[in-house]
């Protein structure tokens, strides 16, 4: 269960043209917390906006505390991107249920299009095995910048459209190469429509040695949550299994439940 | 806090009140026990989200749509059914601590009778809150009370609409609601970030005058005890809806915004009462209408 935590800013940056960054410390979060998990952040200091912001943890900062890396679009985000360093923040977390890691050694191949990056990169702060990360994004200056990622991680930028064929090539590629595969950018909505970048995340999965086993292949799925702790049912996600709510059940799903 | 509202007295089993903050329904969800016990101890009374006689799938996407300071939420009320929600919750409910309500919701007078003969044996329901269709008329809203109450032993509370509030007011009491919850969110319209429209309850901090207005409105309309919710942020909203007629308040969404809300609320109206030489709610409630509304013939001033 999530709790109230409050953090502050370390360090702020640009990274990627149009996404903020943010360092904050909060060693009660950071150590609490698993990869692809989220907290909700309240974006303001009255009511306006009302609701807390649902934010992957995007990086871990051992005992320290945690990165997060969002668009700053909106009223509620844009403030937030606003903020400098010693300001404060009401966090809300760690929420929802993360990705499920191998032992220690394991190869992983991390996916992600558009803007979906966010949430997958805590991983390299949990792991000491091999890593491939395939990344499509539409233009150069979305690429994710290469010195902020450790060394062990094989970094296969994609520039172009999501639908291309070289990219979904790399990610093929990438589901025979990694004993796990972690992938993200995919929302609630994408979960139905048939011939979206999630179907050929599906198949690319399903024709590689992974297979579609649970646990081996896992999908952050973005949902609009309003309370993120599983009160208002606002939030749910079609499943082999019916409908769960992506705040508490997920946001991190087995591939194989979903579509 | 010296607090003993009694709620359906005259009932077989009548619903008491340690504190005059309430969870409202679906605030918690199915899980008051998710509340630190210290917060959860501010409460006078759980209530579940509302319940169906056969389980409800929820609405489709989108369903959230974030609004100047508030949002539009369509759920659809997505429950798993009255009998299977018992099965999978009630343990925790009792758990908890607190006295728990149970909320319906139903179509027709039958359905609210046969809902309320389910639980008429369950002796943990210690009050039912009727929710209701966004355009059912008030007579057939008299009806549903009618019906829920002919069929149990605890207290039935009425949620009124947000439109037509005073005539469905006054139908409720004279139907025999034990209290009216004033009132539902209003309905409105607002589009998500992706531009497509969610339709549904409407909640904002920014709508609280609006709330107390309506139950200001309706305490001067009929003699049943009121309670108030909605748009509730800080103790100035809570003390509002008491000034206006409430006997006690029920405490929404703003337990996601503030998850310690309930223990700053609850602290903050001992302080007002300790202020005010109040020597327990009742004269604390006396108090407020006394200084804000007892002026004009046909004010109910006594406290409930």
């Not at chain 2, 009050?127 to 069929?151: I, K, N, T, V």
Request: aromatic fraction near 8%; charged fraction near 20%; charge should be neutral.
């Amino acid at each position: 269960m999530g709790k109230q935590h409050l953090a502050f800013v370390e360090a702020c940056a640009e990274p990627v043209r149009g996404m903020r960054l943010l360092f904050l410390s909060c060693a009660g979060l950071s150590a609490s917390a698993k990869p692809g998990q989220y907290v909700m952040v309240r974006c303001g200091q009255a009511y306006d906006p009302y609701l807390r912001y649902p934010l992957p943890i995007h990086r871990f900062m051992a005992g320290q505390g945690i990165a997060l890396l969002f668009r700053p679009l909106g009223p509620g985000l844009s403030w937030l991107g606003g903020r400098r360093v010693g300001d404060a923040l009401d966090l809300f977390g760690p929420c929802g249920h993360g990705f499920d890691l191998p032992q220690p050694g394991a190869s992983l191949s991390l996916v992600s299009w558009g803007l979906g990056l966010a949430p997958l990169l805590g991983i390299l702060d949990h792991t000491t095995g091999a890593v491939r990360l395939v990344m499509q994004v539409p233009t150069s200056q979305q690429l994710y910048p290469r010195e902020l990622l450790p060394r062990q991680v094989e970094y296969v930028p994609y520039v172009g459209q999501r639908d291309s064929e070289g990219f979904w090539q790399a990610v093929a590629e990438s589901c025979r190469w990694g004993e796990r595969l972690y992938a993200a950018g995919v929302s609630a909505r994408d979960l139905a429509d048939a011939d979206g970048a999630f179907r050929r995340l599906r198949q690319a999965v399903g024709m590689g040695s992974l297979g579609l086993r649970p646990a081996l292949a896992q999908v952050w799925v973005q949902a609009e949550m309003a309370c993120g702790q599983g009160f208002c049912q606002g939030c749910l996600v079609e499943t082999r299994r019916g409908p769960r709510r992506a705040c508490v059940e997920g946001p991190v799903f087995d591939l194989a439940e979903l579509g | 806090m010296e607090c003993a509202i009694c709620l359906g007295p005259g009932q077989k089993r009548e619903l008491e009140l340690a504190s005059p903050l309430l969870v409202a329904a679906g605030a918690l969800g199915y899980a008051p026990l998710s509340l630190e016990a210290a917060t959860r101890a501010a409460f006078g009374a759980f209530i579940t989200p509302p319940l169906t006689a056969r389980p409800l799938a929820g609405a489709a996407s989108p369903r959230l749509a974030r609004t100047t300071a508030g949002y539009v939420q369509h759920t659809g009320l997505r429950n798993p059914g009255l009998r299977q929600a018992i099965r999978l919750h009630a343990r925790s409910w009792q758990r908890a601590g607190l006295p728990v309500v149970v909320a319906l919701y139903g179509q027709t007078s039958g359905e609210f009778g046969d809902l309320a003969a389910q639980l008429a044996e369950v002796d943990w329901v210690q009050g039912l809150e009727l929710h209701f269709p966004r355009h059912m008329a008030a007579d057939e809203m008299a009806e549903c009370a009618r019906a829920a109450s002919a069929e149990s032993d605890v207290p039935c509370l009425v949620r009124l609409p947000f439109q037509g509030t005073i005539i469905a007011a006054r139908a409720c009491a004279e139907a025999g609601a034990d209290a009216l919850v004033v009132a539902a969110p209003p309905y409105a319209r607002a589009m998500d970030e992706d531009g497509a429209w969610v339709h549904g309850p409407l909640h904002s901090p920014a709508l609280a005058p609006a709330y107390a207005e309506l139950l200001y409105e309706v305490a001067r309309q009929v003699d049943v005890p009121l309670i108030g919710r909605g748009g509730i942020a800080d103790i100035g909203d809570v003390l509002a809806l008491v000034s206006a007629g409430a006997v006690a308040v029920q405490v929404d969404s703003l337990l996601w915004v503030q998850p310690a809300a309930g223990a700053w609320l609850y602290q903050s109206l001992e302080g007002e009462m300790t202020r005010r030489g109040a020597a327990d709610w009742q004269a604390f409630v006396a108090h407020c209408r006394g200084n804000e509304i007892g002026h004009g013939p046909g004010d109910r001033t006594e406290p409930c």
